[in-house]
């Protein structure tokens, strides 16, 4: 069964570091998401990606952050300068375009761990 | 504004007993509802889908949940719980092609 995959599984880095957390999503998928997630509390937006553009970003996507499709298959998330807050799950998730999009469900990774120190 | 909620944050039941889980969501136009679980560590795992058609849907795991339009619900169902569906669940909807609103999250205890 396919599935989204991301890289690495933890990830410790200083304060004001960059770091890229990647992810390779479905093969045939078309839209991509990152999530976080703090302390196993609510899932929070970050960003989806579609049309290899940002189709929207919420507010803690800010500046800092950036998404890319370098390749055609990964899809990375990149942090720019770190900061303890950072700390969290995060999540990439894919979802296809069966039916007009809408109805299909979105496949998530299991998640990549950063803590930032 | 589109959103959903889960107003139980924990729900605790016995072994063997029916268990509900509940979502009601606020949108304009028709919603596509989905539950997800997640269990410690690892991802949210897809259970099942709402998008027209029954309001009865069935998915993974025997879980299945009600749509009711005039009551902006769709809340999850179990008719016989088991320990190891102890986990957190999320309710979420999704509108046009963007992203996936999460309710806050439930946590499921299933107790022996």
């Known amino acids: 069964e396919p599935e989204v995959t991301q890289t690495p599984s933890h990830q410790v880095t200083q304060m004001g570091q960059e770091v890229i957390l990647r992810c390779v999503p479905i093969?045939?998928?078309?839209?991509f998401y990152w999530y976080r997630q703090i302390l196993g509390q609510k899932v929070e937006f970050l960003v989806s990606f579609y049309n290899n553009e940002i189709s929207e970003k919420s507010e803690i996507f800010d500046d800092q952050f950036s998404v890319e499709r370098p390749d055609g298959s990964n899809f990375t998330l990149k942090i720019r300068s770190t900061k303890l807050e950072d700390s969290a799950m995060y999540f990439c998730?894919?979802?296809?375009?069966?039916?007009?999009?809408?109805?299909?469900?979105?496949?998530f990774g299991q998640g990549t761990r950063l803590t930032v120190v | 504004a589109q959103s959903v909620a889960q107003p139980e944050d924990q729900v605790n039941v016995a072994e063997g007993n029916p268990l509900t889980v509940k979502c009601t969501y606020s949108v304009s136009g028709n919603p596509y509802l989905f539950w997800y679980v997640q269990y410690p560590n690892r991802g949210l795992q897809f259970l099942l889908k709402?998008?027209?058609?029954?309001?009865l849907v069935k998915g993974s795991y025997g879980f299945e949940a009600e749509f009711n339009k005039s009551q902006t619900s769709f809340h999850l169902k179990k008719p016989s719980a088991l320990v190891s569906d102890s986990a957190l669940y999320f309710c979420a909807v999704r509108f046009y092609f963007n992203k996936f609103y999460f309710g806050s999250g439930t946590k499921l205890n299933v107790k022996p």
């Open positions: 093969s045939n998928h078309l839209y």
């Open positions: 709402y998008i027209t058609g029954d309001n």
């Open positions: 998730a894919s979802s296809g375009a069966g039916g007009g999009g809408l109805n299909t469900e979105a496949f």
